[in-house]
């Protein structure tokens, strides 16, 4: 109930095309969905976030969408540029107060955006 | 505005023995987690402080133990190391308990790479 499911583990797009990443999630609890950008050999960087109030969120060439009642959501990247080849990682996390937030992360997904 | 820093960058020790990584939480977060990111793998939770007490903890066995200091910085001490130990570590920080929708937000430092030999 704790594991959060992510697809595809690699994609490969042309630069210009819009890779989507999906993930599922079980525990109904969760109310924050980030997601990560990871290069090889740094830390995670936070990319965007979406809590369950809305369906879709927009921040520059980065869209989230969100469906509550299959307890899935996805990122899209539009416009994918060879500068955003990296690991994608979707997690999930709840808080209620005083409780830990830890996050929940999918496997990953390696994007490779060749030029 | 300081991001979340680690020390030190790479580590190399054998089986059996101990070591200390340290992170340095980003400016105003009071909270300090860590993480246990295996090659290939999505990094998993080990345990959280706040307030210099640990606030949850994930599926990891006594011998991964933490500290949090007064300045909101934090170590992870892994005492008799194994072979699966080896990882990178990553430490993040965010501002639990403010109230705001921030809250949830935790920025990562860029780890530590451990090799157990």
Redesign the interface.
């Known amino acids: 109930q704790q594991q959060v499911k992510?697809s595809p583990q690699s994609l490969i797009v042309q630069k210009g095309g819009i890779p989507i990443i999906n993930c599922a999630y079980e525990n109904t609890a969760f109310d924050?969905f980030?997601w990560?950008q990871q290069f090889p050999?740094?830390?995670?960087?936070?990319l965007i976030?979406i809590?369950p109030d809305v369906s879709e969120k927009k921040e520059g060439r980065f869209t989230i969408s969100f469906n509550k009642s299959a307890k899935q959501f996805s990122l899209h990247i539009m416009d994918s540029q060879p500068g955003d080849s990296a690991t994608y990682?979707c997690?999930a996390?709840t808080?209620y107060g005083?409780?830990?937030?830890?996050?929940?992360?999918?496997?990953?997904t390696l994007l490779a955006v060749q030029p | 505005e300081t991001g979340v820093t680690q020390s030190p960058t790479h580590l190399i020790k054998t089986r059996g023995q101990q070591v200390t990584l340290r992170c340095s939480s980003q400016s105003g977060h009071n909270t300090v987690s860590w993480y246990q990111q295996a090659l290939g793998q999505g990094p998993q939770f080990i345990f959280q402080y706040y307030r210099e007490e640990e606030n949850g903890r994930g599926n990891f066995p006594p011998r991964f133990s933490g500290l949090q200091f007064p300045n909101y910085s934090s170590e992870l001490n892994v005492n008799a190391l194994e072979l699966d130990d080896s990882a990178l570590y990553l430490c993040a920080s965010n501002p639990l308990g403010g109230g705001t929708t921030s809250y949830n937000e935790q920025f990562f430092g860029p780890g530590t790479r451990l090799t157990v030999l």
């Open positions: 992510q924050y980030p990560y050999g740094k830390g995670p960087a936070l976030a809590r990682f997690a996390s808080y005083g409780a830990t937030n830890k996050l929940i992360f999918g496997t990953g």
